[in-house]
Structure formats: structure tokens, C-alpha cells
């Protein structure tokens, strides 16, 4: 179990609010963590174990993104208004907000998508950067995902074969071969934790940036970020960086190598019993590694 909050509340972000917790005291001069959580749109939720960082002294800060969990929902809204720049500014804004003007910055998924996307600009605050379970583009994470499907039964693929070509992938048949997907390369703690289940619960409820930016799934990545790369702008990033990944993780090494090739400050931990949560399937290491890795960059 995640440390309870130290205190939450919202600020506001243009006409919006963006929600957020902290874990700790941001006035007691460690350098906080901010968490980015993945997606788009799966809300802080799944990420709450690494609140429990906060016990050696360093303040944790989780929020939740625009457009999901407990920020501002806007299930009208478009591709147009769903881009990367939104979520710049909106992490600028929170950290403005907070008065949090040094931090270390942890992102997940589609956050250490952002966060890599915030180091490239070279931010003055930004001590040390943690890459988890992130692809430095979209092609080679769709190419990979194909080629991790290939490897599920026959009947799981030709379900999903099926309902994708008669554009019926809100099928209960459909959804069921998705989660032998998950099963494998998402999370393998079977059944899900809670606060897993929160996050997709969540992105159920509001589907809005995840089909949006994404696609119904995982391994359907047919949305506005589906031609998004960062490789030709890795090696601007000049803070001391961290990747992390699974050994089963929808995250391949194919899709994490250009992080470590093309950042100078690196290095790179692979979770030998993960898929694509290590937070949650090896929380006591992953805890360990990250919290090492921020107390040699504070």
C-alpha cells in the first residue's frame, strides 16, 4: 500500500482544473519526485506505489492529466486540442503552481513519452529524469506490438483479427482476446491490483484521450500520436536519465534502444519478472532502483 496523500487539491489550468496529491513536505528541501502517468488518460492511480519513496524524506507529487481521473473531463474535444504541447503546459503550469522550482521527473508510458518531450527543452529545474516503460516512437512500438501478437494463440489473434476488420472492437469477444495481451506484456499480477483496476476503470469511463491519441487498445495504435517520434531530438535531453523496462513488457528493448543510445547521461535496468508495471510486479526492487538512482542526482 501506497503512504496516505499529505495533502491534494486542484489548480486551476486555463479554463480547467488539473487535480494533483502530494506525498510529504515540498517545504522540507528534498527535491520532490513528479509522477507523469501513462495513457493518455489512465489517471495517477496505477502509479501509487511510488508514493512510498516519500518514507525516506523526498516529497511525491502524483496528478492526474487533464482530460481523465479527478482533473477536468472534456469529452467533447478533439484531436486539435489533444496534443503534446496541452500536456507540456499543463505539467509547466502545475510546477508553477506548486512553487516547485528543482524536481526530479518520473514518467511512465505515454508520461516518459511527455517527460522526455519536457527534458528536450532543457528545463533549469530538472535535476534527473526517470524513462519507464516508454517508446522513443510510435513506429517501433507498433511494429513490436505486432510482433508480440504474433505469438498469441491462433484463437486470440483471429478474434482480434476478425473484430478489427468489421470495425467491432467494443465486442465483448474482442476485449476478452485483448486481455490475453495484457495478461502477458501489461501486467502480469493476475488478478489486477486495485489501483490498477482504478486507472482502467477510469479510461473506460472516459475514453476520450486514450482512443483519441491512442486507439481502442494497446497494440491498435491508430490515433494522433501514431506517428509521434522524439529519436532525432534524444540527444538534446542533458539531464542524468534512467530507463526502465520489463522482460516482458509491451515496452520491447527495440522501442526503448534509441533512449539509450542517443542520451549521453544513461543508463538502463531491465525487470527480469515485469511486463510493462515493474512498480507493481517487482514494487520492492523498482523502488529500490529509482530511489537510489534520485538520491545520486539530488
Known sequence: MALDASHAGTVPFGSHETWYRVTGDLDGGAIPLVVLHGGP?????????????AAAGRPVIH???????????????????????????????????????????????????????????????????????????????VAEAKRLRRDLPAGVRETLDRHEADNTTDDPAYVEATQVFYDRHVCRVIP?????????????????????????????CIGSLRTWSIIDRLDRIDAPTLLASG????????VVQPFFDRIDDVRWEIFQHSSHMPFIEETERYLEVVGDFLAQHD
Open 41 to 53: 488518460g489512465a489517471a495517477h492511480d496505477y502509479l501509487l506505489n511510488l508514493a512510498n519513496l
Open 63 to 141: 496528478y492526474d492529466q487533464v482530460g481523465c481521473g479527478r482533473s477536468t473531463h472534456l469529452r467533447g474535444r478533439g484531436a486539435d486540442f489533444w496534443t503534446v504541447q496541452l500536456f507540456l503546459d499543463e505539467l509547466a503550469n502545475l510546477l508553477d503552481a506548486l512553487c516547485v522550482d528543482r524536481y526530479h521527473l518520473l514518467g511512465q508510458s505515454w508520461g516518459g513519452m511527455l517527460a522526455a518531450e519536457h527534458a528536450v527543452n532543457r528545463p533549469a529545474g530538472l535535476a534527473s529524469l526517470v524513462i519507464s516503460n516508454s517508446p522513443a516512437s510510435m513506429d517501433l512500438w
Open 192 to 220: 489486477n491490483p486495485p489501483e490498477v483496476l482504478a486507472s482502467m476503470a477510469q479510461v473506460a469511463d472516459d475514453p476520450t484521450v486514450y482512443q483519441t491519441m491512442n486507439g481502442p487498445n494497446e497494440f491498435l
Open 247 to 254: 522482460h516482458f513488457d509491451e515496452a520491447t528493448p527495440a
